[in-house]
């Protein structure tokens, strides 16, 4: 589903969640820190980046219809 190296330079391959991370990445559903490489996949997200995820994905689904 993705590859060995994960786009994101504090993701290594062996974290629990690389697939996953880098398979949202692939989907643009997320994209990590602005103007950074860096993710940050073990710390807690806000309300604001939540938001902004679940209007990804009704975008990229198409589940506004």
Same mark, same amino acid.
């Given at each position: 589903?993705? =590859? @060995?190296?994960? *786009? $994101? @330079? *504090?993701? @290594? +391959?062996?974290? !629990?969640? +690389?697939? $996953? %991370? &880098?398979?949202? !990445? *692939?989907?643009? %559903?997320? @994209?990590?820190? +602005?103007? !950074?490489?860096? $993710?940050?996949? *073990?710390? =807690? %997200? #806000?309300?604001?980046?939540?938001? !902004? %995820? +679940?209007? &990804?994905?009704?975008?990229? $689904? #198409?589940?506004?219809?």
């Amino acid at each position: 589903v993705c =590859s @060995s190296d994960p *786009d $994101f @330079s *504090d993701v @290594s +391959a062996g974290h !629990k969640h +690389a697939a $996953f %991370i &880098q398979y949202a !990445k *692939d989907l643009g %559903i997320v @994209s990590g820190d +602005a103007g !950074k490489t860096t $993710f940050r996949p *073990d710390a =807690s %997200i #806000n309300r604001a980046e939540a938001a !902004k %995820i +679940a209007n &990804q994905i009704i975008e990229i $689904f #198409n589940l506004n219809n």
